[in-house]
T-cell receptor
Framework: QKEVEQDPGPLSVPEGAIVSLNCTYS??????FMWYRQYSRKGPELLMY????GNKEDGRFTAQVDKSSKYISLFIRDSQPSDSATYLC??????????FGAGTTVTVRA | GAGVSQSPSNKVTEKGKDVELRCDPI?????LYWYRQSLGQGLEFLIY????????KSGLPSDRFSAERTGGSVSTLTIQRTQQEDSAVYLC????????????FGPGTRLTVL
């Protein structure tokens, strides 16, 4: 079993739709839960991070963590064509080594 | 301000040749990380530098891979006797402090080994 599982998609939605992305993990030592966005031919950029179970909102983005189920989600409301990118979940424990999902490719159609 | 920069952006080489990939971290960032991103795979940790401490090389896949960081700033990742399975995007990241989850990534070097 992989340490991190993420559905690679691709996911295609119309503009204005809600995008729902998720990852599962198996390492109970993970304490930090992150989402990165990666545009084509660019490096990943940190979108959101959280330390605890529950929801965290930032504008149109909501990150959700369920530690009991080892499941995290990212929701994008009112999606825009500029949200078209690959979204990577990432996890950290008590050191600097992050574990990443393979990424989900999202296309928002105008 | 300037972000993390990497060069070259693309590198095509023949099997068996050596390659050097360069990373310029954000000025003032003490920690530097190298990752490898293969098609359909998540980012794979390669090596970590923090200040003057000995680097953590635990992620390097073989002894053909080495890295150094000069003067606490620029880093070079060297791959000797390249193999086709080395083809990937090599990403460098830096952070203000060590052991930070707030890592800032460069655009990567796309390596293709023919």
């Amino acid at each position: 079993q992989k340490e991190v599982e993420q559905d690679p998609g691709p996911l295609s939605v119309p503009e204005g739709a809600i995008v729902s992305l998720n990852c599962t993990y198996s390492n109970s030592a993970f304490q930090y839960f992150m989402w990165y966005r990666q545009y084509s031919r660019k490096g990943p950029e940190l979108l959101m991070y959280t330390y605890s179970s529950g929801n965290k909102e930032d504008g149109r983005f909501t990150a959700q963590v369920d530690k009991s189920s080892k499941y995290i989600s990212l929701f994008i409301r009112d999606s825009q064509p500029s949200d078209s990118a690959t979204y990577l979940c990432a996890f950290g424990s008590n050191d600097y080594k992050l574990s990443f999902g393979a990424g989900t490719t999202v296309t928002v159609r105008a | 301000g300037a972000g993390v920069s990497q060069s070259p952006s693309n590198k095509v080489t023949e099997k068996g040749k050596d390659v050097e990939l360069r990373c310029d971290p954000i000025s003032g960032h003490t920690a530097l990380y190298w990752y490898r991103q293969s098609l359909g795979q998540g980012l794979e940790f390669l090596i970590y530098f923090q200040g003057n401490s000995a680097p953590d090389k635990s992620g390097l896949p073989s002894d053909r891979f080495s890295a150094e960081r000069t003067g606490g700033s620029v880093s070079t990742l060297t791959i000797q006797r390249t193999q086709q399975e080395d083809s990937a995007v090599y990403l460098c990241a830096s952070s203000l402090e060590g052991a930070s989850i707030a890592q800032y990534f460069g655009p990567g070097t796309r390596l293709t080994v023919l």
